[in-house]
């Protein structure tokens, strides 16, 4: 069975840093591209930042390019997104994804930065 898992979200103010994690479970997150996505209120969700399978080429978001890094721990089976300088309109749900075939989603985390 597949599982997403996501934590270490939370309130910072402006300037500060959280780091995600995306506990995965019922396949192996080395093997596929996993992506973070992120929806704010009366906004589509948009991709955030992803990463490929073995090799680790990496994309982000414009808006993120210099401030996040996604990271994977393959002896864990955990994804992270490294978010620092954090801004306001970086407030969101933010969710982990694996497209393994069929797409999955975990259930999100609250990023709420204050300025």
């Known amino acids: 069975q597949v599982q997403l898992v996501e934590s270490g979200g939370g309130s910072v103010q402006t300037g500060g840093s959280l780091r995600l994690s995306c506990a995965a479970s019922?396949?192996?997150?080395?093997?596929?591209?996993m992506s973070w996505y992120r929806q704010a209120p009366g906004k589509e969700r948009e991709l955030v930042a992803d990463?490929?399978?073995?090799?680790?080429?990496?994309n982000y978001a414009d808006s993120v390019k210099g401030r996040f890094t996604i990271s994977r721990d393959n002896a864990k089976n955990t994804v992270y997104l490294e978010m620092n300088n954090l801004k306001p309109e970086d407030t969101a749900v933010y969710y982990c994804?694996?497209?393994?075939?069929?797409?999955?989603w975990g259930q999100g985390i609250q990023v709420t930065v204050s300025s």
């Open positions: 019922g396949f192996i997150v080395s093997i596929y591209v």
């Open positions: 994804n694996a497209k393994i075939g069929p797409i999955y």
């Open positions: 990463i490929s399978r073995a090799g680790g080429r990496t």
